[in-house]
């Protein structure tokens, strides 16, 4: 079976320090891969996507990136934080189309990381 | 522009039907998903419609309707374990399978 693994749990980060968040898929191969943000009280915001390795696209101009470096990894990062990066931070993953119904018809999260920046 | 309209809150009563509507406009679209999410924690997948009409499942049905641009998730016999944050989310795109998600409706059961 699929599982999706993410870490930290829960971070607090001063304003300026750098951020990575860690993301690994295990039972499926060649996922789609989304990174989601949603604030309190709020919906999920799309950050990027990638549908394979080294395949990175941005969905909202941030100063935020990420990166593919293997098939079942995916990896956030910012340089400096700022206030407003704080959030609880979504990995996501689904079937490509042409793969099972089951695993494209539906996306799968992660538990996600809540991140406080002070 | 994409826009999907659900919403913020509902309140129903333990026992009882809910029915949380969901509009949407958007450049494409592959299919509109349901999902769950408890505070603090991750959304799950509650339900898949992508051709017009009902979706049943247990005590949770979906309906969708292409033309008008809008579906909703019905819930019957509501327990107060309902109570949890309802996303509306449309896929516009087959390749890249990304979801646009509404604001999300948050539901609280009461005794």
């Known amino acids: 079976s699929q599982t999706i693994h993410q870490w930290p749990a829960t971070l607090v980060q001063p304003v300026g320090s750098p951020l990575s968040l860690e993301c690994t898929v295990e039972g499926t191969s060649n996922p789609n891969l989304y990174w989601y943000r949603q604030a309190a009280g709020r919906g999920l915001q799309l950050l990027f996507y990638?549908?394979?390795?080294?395949?990175i696209s941005s969905e909202v101009p941030q100063n935020l990136s990420a990166s593919r470096p293997q098939d079942r990894q995916f990896i956030l990062s910012s340089k400096k934080l700022l206030l407003s990066d704080s959030g609880f931070y979504l990995c996501?993953?689904?079937?490509?189309?042409?793969?099972?119904?089951?695993?494209?018809?539906?996306?799968?999260f992660g538990p996600g990381t809540r991140l406080t920046v002070l | 522009g994409q826009n999907i309209d659900q919403p913020t809150e509902m309140t129903a009563t333990e026992g009882a039907i809910v029915q949380i509507n969901c509009t949407y406009q958007?450049?494409?679209?592959?299919?509109l998903f349901w999902y769950q999410q408890h505070a603090g924690e991750a959304p799950t997948f509650l339900s898949y419609n992508v051709l017009d009409g009902l979706e049943e499942k247990g005590r949770f049905s979906s309906f969708l309707s292409r033309s008008k641009g809008y579906s909703y998730l019905l819930l019957k016999e509501l327990q107060m374990k309902d109570s949890a944050s309802y996303l509306c989310?449309?896929?516009?795109?087959?390749?890249?399978?990304?979801?646009?998600f509404g604001q999300g409706t948050t539901l609280q059961v009461k005794p």
């Open positions: 990638s549908v394979g390795i080294g395949q």
């Open positions: 996501a993953w689904s079937g490509q189309l042409g793969t099972s119904p089951l695993s494209y018809n539906e996306q799968f």
């Open positions: 989310a449309v896929r516009g795109s087959s390749n890249t399978g990304k979801l646009i």
């Open positions: 958007t450049s494409g679209f592959n299919g």
